[in-house]
């Protein structure tokens, strides 16, 4: 796996960050990175891609829930942020478990998120509506508050990726997955620079990650401002 060094210019900050792949997970004994303080927004999205990876490892990979934050004390739940003045998701959380998992079919998506101006590519539509919560976790589907425009390679592999290692693991138990999604704009944009995801089980470490996902397309550059895009040849 390769580590790259990436520096952010609009704070006065300086971090080694480590680059992985959107199907790679660090393991236990890799080298501990700077701490990236992570309710700062600008910083991560400041971030800019290396248009090779699409995974940033934040925080040396570990979440940053408090022990508040880890009780079971409400049981399974999950709540989401009102839209913003214009209108754009906001973090999502939830105490994960096998009872909150579907057990019907997903209907189609019908609502359009902030940025929605999709764009058809030689390999497909350029946008997905990607859910902050993935459908397969919690059967949470047509809801603005939980779907945001994502690229094609930030939904899959991206943040799939993660959220099928939460998946397999509660179907094979019957613990619990602390989660959140947290979608990160820059200033007024309609589209969001990517998303950091959190997630931690309750009764053992199994599942334990920080990690922020680029969305980003390989050959295109997008306006983030308004969600147009252009093709780059």
């Not at 101006?117 to 059967?139: D, P």
């Not at 199994?206 to 680029?214: C, D, H, K, L, P």
Request: glycine share 6%; charged share 25%.
């Amino acid at each position: 796996m390769k580590k790259i060094l990436i520096t952010i210019g609009i704070i006065i900050l300086s971090a080694t960050i480590a680059y992985y792949k959107g199907d790679l997970i660090p393991k236990s004994d890799e080298k501990a990175e700077p701490r990236i303080y992570t309710d700062q927004q600008i910083e991560l999205a400041s971030l800019v891609s290396d248009s090779k990876n699409q995974v940033v490892i934040v925080n040396n990979n570990k979440p940053d829930f408090t022990a508040t934050d880890l009780t079971l004390e409400k049981g399974t739940w999950q709540t989401f942020s009102n839209l913003d003045d214009l209108n754009r998701v906001g973090v999502a959380n939830a105490m994960l478990s096998r009872e909150l998992m579907p057990r019907e079919e997903r209907e189609p998506l019908h609502v359009d998120p902030t940025g929605w101006k999709n764009k058809k590519l030689a390999s497909g539509w350029l946008y997905n509506r990607s859910h902050l919560i993935g459908f397969q976790l919690t059967g949470e589907n047509n809801n603005l508050k939980n779907l945001m425009t994502g690229t094609r390679s930030f939904n899959t592999p991206g943040m799939l990726t993660y959220e099928n290692k939460i998946a397999t693991y509660l179907r094979t138990t019957k613990n619990h997955v602390r989660y959140q999604v947290r979608p990160v704009f820059k200033g007024s944009e309609l589209v969001a620079r990517g998303v950091q995801m959190q997630a931690k089980s309750i009764e053992d470490n199994q599942i334990s990650f920080n990690v922020y996902v680029f969305n980003v397309e390989g050959g295109v550059t997008i306006n983030y401002q308004d969600g147009s895009s252009r093709i780059v040849k």
